[in-house]
């Protein structure tokens, strides 16, 4: 089973700044089968990207994914109030598909 | 509206019974692989299940293997999932969710099982 260990636990920030997630896999991964999600409270997630960069539909473009092997990065530039919330990464290149344990995004 | 609607949940006792199911809409669900995803109350995410898009394939996590079944109804547009001799840590939200490239990219709200006695 392929581990997905996400950086930091959590993040303080303050709505303007940049957000830069991480997502290390045990092994390597094809970008093809990476992405990541966001989880409000009392919601379900949502997809943001796919393929490891690829946005998914109504995303905003201050969303981007990207990396490949074992090491993958969300980048969220200019936070919006709106952003802050818990972001998941997945995979789906060796079964069974995984989550990483997730990075929670907080107002500094 | 494209959506996917799951219904099921509950309490039930340690060792009992409960099945789940997940109605879509505004999308052919006959074409669409679909999964069972659960999240642990304050927990992660957690995959459990997979089913092909004519239902000639399952696939599940270890710890639910033997105990949960997942199938569908394409002609009711529902995914199901059968759960059995069920324990104190399958306590959970489940999400339906349709699969996207091996991502997904639609859920439903989730339905809350709560396995307690």
């Known amino acids: 089973e392929i581990v997905l260990t996400q950086s930091p636990g959590t993040l303080s920030l303050s709505p303007g700044e940049r957000a830069t997630l991480s997502c290390r896999a045990s092994?390597?991964?094809?970008?093809?089968?990476v992405a990541w999600y966001q989880q409000k409270p009392g919601q379900a997630p949502r997809l943001l990207i796919y393929?490891?960069?690829s946005r998914a539909t109504g995303i905003p473009d201050r969303f981007s994914g990207s990396g490949s092997g074992t090491d993958f990065t969300l980048t969220i530039n200019r936070l919006e109030p709106e952003d802050f919330a818990v972001y998941y990464c997945?995979?789906?290149?060796?079964?069974?598909?995984?989550f990483g344990q997730g990075t929670k995004v907080e107002i500094k | 509206e494209v959506q996917l609607v799951e219904s099921g949940g509950g309490l039930v006792q340690p060792g009992g019974s409960l099945r789940l199911s997940c109605v879509a809409s505004?999308?052919?669900?006959?074409?669409?692989?679909m999964h069972w995803v659960r999240q642990a109350p304050g927990k992660g995410l957690e995959w459990v299940s997979r089913i092909t898009s004519d239902g000639s394939s399952t696939s599940y996590v270890d710890s639910v293997k033997g105990r949960f079944t997942t199938s569908r109804d394409n002609a009711k547009n529902t995914l199901h999932l059968q759960m059995s001799t069920l324990r104190a840590d399958d306590t959970a939200v489940y999400y339906c969710a349709r699969d996207h490239y091996g991502c997904f990219d639609l859920w439903g709200r989730g339905t809350l099982v709560t396995v307690s006695s």
């Open positions: 092994q390597s991964i094809s970008g093809t089968y």
């Open positions: 997945q995979q789906s290149g060796s079964p069974p598909r995984t």
């Open positions: 393929g490891a960069s």
């Open positions: 505004g999308f052919t669900f006959s074409s669409s692989w």
